[in-house]
């Protein structure tokens, strides 16, 4: 992508119902009913977000697009800084894809597309931060991500209620 398509996050529709919100109590995940009726981007985060999204480009972080007729219809966001204990996870900070295209393969594929970005660069491991919704975990679960056992200290304090994950890279390492 380029920096000025960054802007274009906000055209996609993020909007969900979602049913369920995972808890990570006494080492497991729990799932709780809870009803959450998401309506698109919160307009006190925008600012927030894509001054940080345009940092994140700004300082070597992978961004990969995926447009239809010219519309973003999905972005996967990668940093460039190696965190974890071993320095060699990279964190996938941004997924999103538009609701019209859920279900196609599509976050799938950005997913991988990123996976094989930090493969080049030297990562054994992606990070995520994930939200806690039960679509979206799942999500993740189902791509081979787990609950990580070495939560990254910052990201945790930033963001307590999301479900920490990791995924192993196939052939990723330095």
């Avoid at 497991?28 to 006190?44: I, S, Y």
């Avoid at 994140?56 to 990969?64: A, E, P």
């Avoid at 071993?86 to 859920?102: A, C, E, G, I, K």
């Avoid at 990123?114 to 979206?136: F, I, K, Q, V």
Wanted: hydrophobic share 35%.
């Amino acid at each position: 992508m380029k920096r000025e398509e960054v802007e274009e996050v906000w055209s996609i529709d993020r909007s969900e119902v979602i049913e369920g919100v995972y808890y990570h109590e006494d080492g497991r995940l729990v799932l709780r009913p809870e009803h959450h009726d998401v309506k698109g981007w919160p307009p006190e985060e925008v600012e927030e977000t894509e001054t940080w999204l345009l940092d994140c480009f700004d300082n070597g972080g992978t961004f990969h697009g995926a447009f239809e007729h010219g519309k973003l219809v999905g972005i996967a966001v990668s940093e460039s800084r190696f965190i974890g204990l071993s320095r060699d996870q990279l964190q996938l900070t941004f997924l999103h894809v538009d609701r019209s295209y859920r279900g196609s393969g599509l976050g799938r594929r950005l997913f991988h597309e990123a996976a094989a970005r930090a493969r080049e660069l030297g990562a054994r491991r992606l990070y995520l931060s994930s939200t806690p919704s039960e679509n979206t975990v799942d999500f993740y679960l189902h791509l081979g991500c787990r609950v990580t056992d070495e939560v990254d200290p910052a990201l945790f304090e930033r963001e307590p209620e999301d479900i920490h994950l990791e995924f192993d890279i196939p052939g990723g390492g330095r």
